[in-house]
């Protein structure tokens, strides 16, 4: 198969029928574990799934205690999903080592399958990569899904234990560094007629869950000016949001969550939780317009009686890719001839995490039509090979300067 014939093929596990969803160690995944391994052993790959639920697959260097490079992505998926956003960077990975024909490098390579990317299960992102530098703590461990099941209890319902979770750290002494290929999952690159793209940091960005506490009550009896309506309050924040952010070049703000309680279309919502996304590529200015959204909200309740607090989620700063792996990246598409542009990404990637214990470096590729977390996401076949292509330049670079 292709790489995208085995993305399409890891798209069939899913839990719901017709459509592309896979949250943080459901049960599809260990049908995608079964076939990760059914395609790393025959390579001379040793896997081994950690107790995060991480995919590993190790391809020994020439010595079998060589440091390693380790690439890797997500294999969860958001909500009625498209078929490469971070499976791609897994399926990648693996192309790397079949076009190596049992060629061994001065160091290993290992691929890994993160677990979770997208935070949709427990309301909080990155935790298989959180799990490899060591900050998936047992306050984490703790959070519970809709469903009342706690983040530790998931781990054991998976046939994994919670308590082993330190042993998924990743000893930095013994890693070269970490390279993620992940589609763009936007325009730019589509619209410069280029496929491929260095990417030089990963912009910082906030969660926060807001909640408008007003009081419920009948539709049909109670006094327009005598509501205490939480949806009202949210709406108005909500549009305060947009209008701000409007006027900041480079900060994005969104909210894309509402939880309407009770939800019921005859009644005035009693509470409203709400999930606003803060990004910039400057951390102060992300963090100080983060609080004037915060502050905003804070002041329509007070005007409207409506009670407001707030949760922060993720406070993740931006992170700059590692000088040495991305001049050996923009090595290797310069010597593999390959058009490319310089970018940021606007988007959070495990990349970001992994950051906090060893170099890092991405490689995007093309998103046509700008498309991702929709059925119809999709990449080119050429875009394919030529990060295969790349990548296998850029492992020559990097036993170059390991030599």
Not at 20 to 39: D, Y
Not at 61 to 84: E, K, Q
Not at 129 to 148: F, I, N, P
Not at 171 to 194: A, K, T, W
Request: proline share 4%; with cysteine; hydrophobic share 45%.
């Amino acid at each position: 198969m292709t790489a995208i014939e085995k993305c399409r093929y890891l798209a069939g596990f899913s839990e719901q029928p017709g459509v592309i969803t896979r949250t943080f160690l459901s049960a599809p995944m260990h049908g995608v574990h079964q076939t990760l391994r059914e395609w790393m052993e025959p390579l001379g790959m040793r896997v081994w799934v950690d107790d995060a639920g991480n995919l590993h697959g190790h391809f020994p260097g020439i010595d079998d205690d060589a440091p390693c490079l380790l690439i890797g992505s997500h294999v969860d998926t958001v909500p009625n999903a498209g078929a490469f956003d971070g499976v791609l960077g897994v399926v990648l990975g693996i192309q790397l080592i079949e076009a190596l024909i049992g060629h061994k490098m001065n160091f290993g390579i290992e691929v890994v399958a993160f677990s979770e990317e997208e935070g949709v299960r427990f309301g909080v992102p990155f935790l298989g990569s959180r799990a490899l530098v060591g900050t998936l703590t047992a306050e984490l461990l703790a959070t519970e899904d809709k469903q009342g099941i706690t983040m530790a209890q998931a781990i054991r319902d998976f046939g994994l234990q919670p308590e082993n979770i330190r042993r998924a750290v990743v000893h930095s002494d013994r890693v070269l560094g970490y390279l993620e290929f992940h589609i763009e999952q936007g325009p730019i690159l589509e619209s410069r007629n280029v496929g491929l793209g260095l990417v030089t940091s990963i912009v910082g960005q906030s969660r926060y869950e807001v909640t408008f506490r007003g009081q419920a009550n009948h539709a049909g009896t109670t006094p327009m000016n005598l509501r205490r309506d939480a949806l009202a309050a949210a709406a108005e924040w909500i549009v305060k949001v947009e209008e701000v952010a409007k006027g900041q070049p480079g900060l994005v703000a969104t909210v894309g969550r509402l939880e309407v309680l009770p939800g019921a279309g005859n009644v005035i919502a009693g509470e409203v939780r709400a999930r606003l996304d803060v990004r910039h590529p400057d951390d102060y200015t992300r963090l100080h317009m983060a609080e004037v959204f915060l502050e905003a909200a804070q002041g329509i309740g007070k005007n409207r009686n409506i009670g407001v607090d707030v949760v922060t989620l993720m406070d993740a700063h931006s992170v700059a890719c590692d000088t040495d792996l991305r001049n050996a990246l923009k090595r290797a598409l310069t010597t593999s001839g390959y058009e490319f542009h310089s970018m940021a990404s606007g988007a959070g990637h495990d990349a970001m995490v992994m950051e906090q214990s060893v170099p890092v470096a991405m490689l995007f590729l093309r998103s046509p039509g700008g498309i991702s977390h929709h059925p119809s996401e999709t990449v080119l076949e050429e875009d394919v090979h030529a990060a295969v292509q790349v990548g296998l330049a850029f492992l020559e670079q990097l036993e170059m300067s390991h030599g």
